[in-house]
T-cell receptor, first 117, second 112 residues
Framework: NAGVTQTPKFQVLKTGQSMTLQCAQD?????MYWYRQDPGMGLRLIYY???????DKGEVPNGYNVSRLNKREFSLRLESAAPSQTSVYFC????????????????FGDGTRLSIL | KQEVTQIPAALSVPEGENLVLNCSFT??????LQWFRQDPGKGLTSLLL?????REQTSGRLNASLDKSSGRSTLYIAASQPGDSATYLC???????????FGEGTQLTVNP
């Protein structure tokens, strides 16, 4: 049972570099999410995708782009990394809210620890 | 804007003690409230989800209660064990399709 798999687990970038964080889930979930976790700020939603082919901004979308490649995969891209984007990034998935009336918990990956120098 | 607060930020107890973790939220019109556990270097694991119409949920030694009118939830852990050491986060959902708003968590250490 892999659940939600994130790659890479660790990454160090220089300011201005770009990279893509990968996320895949094998639970046949429709909804997928990207969060960042920072000390003193808790988890904040960056982008989410309610279903394949749709994406929406969350609380802190600036500086990021996402792609819902198919039902399994949801990637997060930093086009020009900045030190303020140093964080731990989590991907999560859940069954569709419209089917389960929003009462299904989200399942999280183990995170990508990203440092930008 | 919904805000979720968890107090205390850290808690250390001896093994076997019963304990309560607190979560408060500013807007009582929530859809559900969820408790998660996070181990160091890991993602979040869902523990309990309480729907707005419910007052409590139980799973093993864990019991979560919800008082919407006062904007509070508690997570009760009975007979704590060292394996319970982790950070516990609560999150609220305001509508069926809305995002989760997380608290910053309570870091629990259970000492043998």
């Amino acid at each position: 049972n892999a659940g939600v798999t994130q790659t890479p687990k660790f990454q160090v970038l220089k300011t201005g570099q770009s990279m893509t964080l990968q996320c895949a889930q094998d639970m046949n979930h429709n909804s997928m999410y990207w969060y960042r976790q920072d000390p003193g700020m808790g988890l904040r939603l960056i982008y989410y995708s309610a279903s394949e082919g749709t994406t929406d901004k969350g609380e802190v979308p600036n500086g990021y782009n996402v792609s819902r490649l198919n039902k399994r995969e949801f990637s997060l891209r930093l086009e020009s990394a900045a030190p303020s984007q140093t964080s731990v990034y989590f991907c999560a998935s859940s069954p569709p809210d419209r089917v389960f009336r929003g009462n299904q918990p989200q399942h999280f990956g183990d995170g990508t620890r990203l440092s930008i120098l | 804007k919904q805000e979720v607060t968890q107090i205390p930020a850290a808690l250390s107890v001896p093994e076997g003690e019963n304990l309560v973790l607190n979560c408060s939220f500013t807007d009582s019109a929530i859809y559900n409230l969820q408790w998660f556990r996070q181990d160091p270097g890991k993602g979040l694991t869902s523990l309990l989800l309480i729907q707005s119409s419910q007052r409590e949920q139980t799973s093993g030694r864990l019991n979560a209660s919800l008082d919407k009118s006062s904007g509070r939830s508690t997570l009760y852990i009975a007979a704590s064990q060292p394996g319970d050491s982790a950070t516990y986060l609560c999150a609220v959902k305001e509508t069926s399709g809305s995002r989760l708003t997380f608290g910053e968590g309570t870091q629990l250490t259970v000492n043998p």
